[in-house]
């Protein structure tokens, strides 16, 4: 279904830990994105990469952070500096950084902090 | 910053109406406006995209138009079924940031029947 996948499904945490949302792509993708959805908020977008080795904020990165050392992974790491760390998470990824390509979406992770 | 409007929020259709969904945006350099369509939960899909240089797309029942003048562009949904009902994103893209793309903030439509 797409080639793209998100583990866990679901996650809860304890407040103050970090944790890291994992998203692997086989799709031979370039670029890969995070959003967060919030209930009525549509898809906020927290950090995208374009090319292995390079990511740029998205309107939502601060408490995040991620890396991109392979083409196929790009894990987002939720930091304890972000206030409001609760909600679903999705990772997305087209054929190439610039153009007009379709994103897919993997399943999401529905993250709980407590 | 850049921004996606879209309206309605919600929206109730009987079953072979028609349904029509709005959305604004911010920044004259989008040129990629595509439309997700997101069932409970499920992932988002594409449903139909536009690019800049056209001002209408038709794909059976789904139809986008675009007016880059006034910067909006519409999703047009025709003789609608109950298995439509889903929550609707549209998106326009990022001038300086390849394909990442500024998302409304939904609207969610049911169809009764």
């Known amino acids: 279904d797409g080639g793209i996948t998100q583990s866990p499904k679901y996650l809860f945490r304890k407040e103050g830990q970090n944790v890291t949302l994992s998203c692997e792509q086989n799709l031979n993708h370039d670029a890969m994105y995070w959003y967060r959805q919030d209930p009525g908020q549509g898809l906020r977008l927290i950090y995208y990469?374009?090319?292995?080795?390079?990511?740029q904020k998205g309107d939502i990165a601060e408490g995040y952070s991620v890396s991109r050392e392979k083409k196929e992974s790009f894990p987002l790491t939720v930091t304890s500096a972000q206030k409001n760390p609760t909600a679903f998470y999705l990772c997305a990824s087209s054929i190439a950084a610039t153009g007009f390509y379709e994103q897919y979406f993997g399943p999401g992770t529905r993250l709980t902090v407590t | 910053g850049e921004n996606v409007e879209q309206h309605p929020s919600t929206l109730s259709v009987q079953e072979g109406d028609s349904a029509v969904i709005k959305c604004t945006y911010s920044d004259s350099a989008s040129n990629y406006f595509p439309w997700y369509k997101q069932e409970l939960g499920k992932r988002p899909q594409l449903i139909i995209d536009?690019?800049?240089?056209?001002g209408e797309k038709k794909d059976q029942r789904i139809a986008v138009t675009l007016n880059k003048t006034a910067k909006h562009f519409s999703l047009h949904i025709t003789e609608t079924q109950p298995e439509d009902s889903a929550v609707y994103f549209c998106a326009a893209s990022i001038e300086q940031a390849g394909t990442a793309l500024i998302f409304g903030k939904g609207t969610t439509l049911s169809v009764s029947s």
């Open positions: 536009i690019r800049s240089n056209v």
């Open positions: 990469s374009q090319i292995v080795n390079d990511f």
